[in-house]
């Protein structure tokens, strides 16, 4: 069987590949940025976690705060995402509740991944991603107060000392 030509359709497959290429390009890129995002999403909810379990093993709201900060920058630099405008929210009104009662601190994680690297035109540069994530305190552990003084449980006491 011979393949014939029609003399109207030369070079038609040229013309073809020259409008169908950067579709494909930009299905692509779409395609890679989408799996950036995701993995951006993961390495923040990571950070998040990370942060509020941290931040529930400090004995005070201020440490909270330094330490959920410490925490959500090594993770998202083992994670490898460079984020700009991080911001790490430590939620530590638990601390002020009374020893022998349930308590958590969360910890709210948000900053703005870049792609600009493989962006294309019309695609988008940065995503605004946030995650957060809820730790409990310790029941029986003693903690700072309002007025900087410490509460402890005396367990074989059976109460508050």
Not at 66 to 71: H, V
Not at 80 to 86: D, E, N, P
Not at 117 to 125: C, F, I, N, S
């Amino acid at each position: 069987m011979s393949t014939r030509w029609v003399h109207g359709q030369r070079g038609s497959v040229s013309i073809e590949m020259a409008v169908v290429t950067p579709a494909i390009l930009a299905l692509f890129v779409g395609a890679v940025i989408g799996g950036r995002v995701n993995i951006a999403r993961q390495a923040l909810e990571a950070a998040a976690y990370d942060a509020a379990r941290t931040a529930s093993l400090a004995r005070t709201a201020g440490e909270a705060n330094e330490q959920a900060l410490a925490a959500a920058n090594s993770t998202l630099d083992a994670q490898g995402l460079s984020c700009t405008g991080l911001d790490v929210t430590v939620s530590a009104a638990g601390f002020g509740v009374p020893v022998g009662q349930p308590a958590t601190v969360t910890t709210r994680v948000s900053c703005t991944a870049t792609f600009s690297d493989v962006a294309l035109p019309g695609m988008p540069g940065t995503v605004a991603l946030s995650a957060s994530f809820t730790s409990p305190l310790d029941t029986y552990r003693s903690r700072a107060l309002r007025s900087g003084t410490t509460e402890a449980v005396d367990p074989s006491a059976g109460g508050v000392r």
